[in-house]
């Protein structure tokens, strides 16, 4: 049970709700996207390349790729994408991409192994069979590969064929993730995306049969006609098809910012109180069938890999979400994609053409990025230990720091109390900080204490960026 009997009568749940609702960060960065600059681009991401592949014992990596590529638009999407059924340009992406991968894999020292390979977007398996293997037969003969990496993959079921699958198995995919959203039919109607219950068994069962170790099943609440009674429809089958994970995302709504959202009429979407009690009902039949609630949105079954690290206190998060493999250099291609180094995040451009131009004149295209300082690496790794392993030890912070975790944050640790007070986080001023059960599906509003952008913005009364619900 996650949610403690004390605070599951509805008084108490509402006045929580009212607390603590409001925009901030999901924190796969830290410090946040806004915070980055132009003024940081091919120059220092190769000088933080040199430096970190001449380290005595350099970390593992991990690849990103990104496909930005659907052949039409759902109208709940808040990703980069672009809308196109031509073959030719799917292609003429993938010559770019595999130019930039030549561009980085140059730099990289033979000493280094690729831990984690992650295909995203948009639409990976929009590619033709053809031109995916083609991607990725290039990137296997730039980078060296531990011997059992982790390979996967967002798919749409809709456009994925069994060829798709056989050479995604041929180049050693064993994770696969697809969206469901919802199945009921009124709500796939709005948000333009109809996946019908038999399609999505099917798929999954020739998956498994393909041999792909764990499947991993997208779904959002906060859409449209959404109720407690309604989502509680879909999750019946989504027990019965017995995913590996379970992501769980809450939708962020954002029409002045995402244009193809206004056609979503926002007086069908569910009330805040409405989307808690979803996610909450959720929480406790996902709990109740079997898997462990492994933090934000992300459910896994209690053998899953995300479950044993978290027991372990090894768990991190980057931009693909939770991941067992802590400690590796991130490096991405393709539009928008975000690399991230030890003390550097670097984004690419998100427009095509522009993309396009600078891998045709030999320049990485790159459009902004932030170097960490060493305030900003330590709030990162408290954050991170907060959203991940659901404490952050005082002696940890010592050996790691060499800082006293009560002295460093002076300021924030009053600024913990009404979460305390709350039954959200316990604070045991000699171990250890630690969020509790409650506290781990209010977490967004506890990391944000720790955010000294934040902090600074709302003491000085700028304009915070407009960020997703936290709850
Ligand atoms: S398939 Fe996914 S990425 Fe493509 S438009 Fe729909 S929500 Fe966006």
Known sequence: MIIPAAKTDLGSLRELIHKYAGRGPRYTSYPTAPEWTESVGEEEYWKHIQTTNAEENPRPISLYIHIPFCSERCTFCACNVIITTREDVADGYVDSVRREVDMIAQKIS???RVNQFHLGGGTPTHLSPRSLERLLTH??????FDDEPERSIEVDLRVTSEEHLDVLRRCGFNRISMGVQDFSPETQEIIHRRQTIEET????????RKGFESVNIDLVYGLPLQSVESF???LKVVYDISPDRIALYNWAYLPKKLGHQRRIDESTLPSTEERFAIFRSAVEGFTSNGYVYIGMDHFAKPSDELTLAQKEGTLQRNFM???TRAGSDLYAFGVSSISSLDSIYIQN???LKSYDDCIRDG?????RGLELTRDDRIRRWVIMELMCNLHVSVRRFREMWGEDFHSYFAEEIPRLQPFIADGLLENDINKEVRVTDLGQIIIRPIAMVFDAYLTRAMKTGLTTPVFSRTL
């Open 110 to 112: 033979d000493r280094r």
């Open 139 to 144: 990137v296997s003969r730039h980078f060296q």
């Open 201 to 208: 068994r099917d798929f999954i069962q020739l998956c498994r």
């Open 232 to 234: 509680a429809q879909t």
């Open 321 to 323: 979400g939770f991941t």
């Open 349 to 351: 451009i998100k427009k």
């Open 363 to 367: 320049r990485l295209p790159i459009e």
